[in-house]
């Protein structure tokens, strides 16, 4: 589906392509993992589904899986932004939903419980840029509210902002955008490639298209 045309200044997000862990479920934060062949089309169609659109900047998250995605999007001067980055998952890097429920005895809920619930991996390592306690909810939506200080500025003269970026953190940014709880993300389902919109309606920060994806 393609976005939806405007002329008032908005903030669009995409989502990287696929990834082996992202296609198999696996918690994937600082683990720095190349798209798959399946994400290079998704990148590629998703540029096409943006071909109409004039960013005045495009900044994307600094792990490979979202500056790929940028470049095969046909916006390959992306400026890196380390806020970007994925949610430090910690204990939950490289596990599944299902597999963090069986470990805790109850359903696990990131957006709820966050990943201090998460009992260590003996055999798991930290990745680069990772820790092994990982972050807070808290910690990502203070990340995403120090970018939009940062992108505000040309949304205020006009101009349009393209984040390119991950799954969790373009979630918390959302809530972050509508000055919403960060526990709202966990009702923002957001697909591989996905793309968003988010502008102002009536004076409101508003989420102008969610989730578009190719039909």
């Not at 120090?146 to 006009?158: S, W």
Request: charged fraction near 25%; glycine fraction near 10%.
């Amino acid at each position: 589906m393609d976005l939806p045309p405007s002329s008032a200044p908005r903030l669009v997000l995409l989502r990287h392509g696929e990834t082996t862990w992202s296609a198999a479920g696996k918690h994937t934060g600082r683990t720095d993992l190349p798209l798959t062949t399946a994400g290079e089309r998704e990148a590629r169609d998703a540029g096409r589904r943006l071909a109409g659109l004039s960013p005045a900047v495009v900044y994307c998250s600094p792990l490979q899986r979202a500056h790929r995605t940028a470049e095969l999007a046909g916006f390959p001067e992306a400026v890196v932004d380390p806020d970007l980055a994925e949610w430090d998952y910690g204990p939950a890097e490289g596990r599944t939903s299902a597999e963090i429920t069986e470990s805790i005895g109850r359903e696990f809920e990131i957006f709820r419980e966050g990943v201090d619930v998460v009992p260590p991996d003996p055999a798991g390592s930290v990745p680069d840029g990772g820790t092994r306690h990982g972050e807070s909810l808290a910690d990502v939506r203070a990340r995403t509210d120090r970018f939009l200080d940062r992108a505000r500025p040309t949304l205020d003269d006009g101009g349009t902002v393209l984040v390119v970026a991950h799954g969790h953190l373009l979630r918390v940014l959302a809530t972050a955008w509508l000055d919403v709880d960060p526990t709202f993300g966990a009702r923002l389902e957001l697909g591989t490639a996905a793309i968003c919109a988010l502008g102002t309606s009536h004076g409101l920060e508003s989420i102008e298209a969610w989730n578009l994806v190719a039909g």
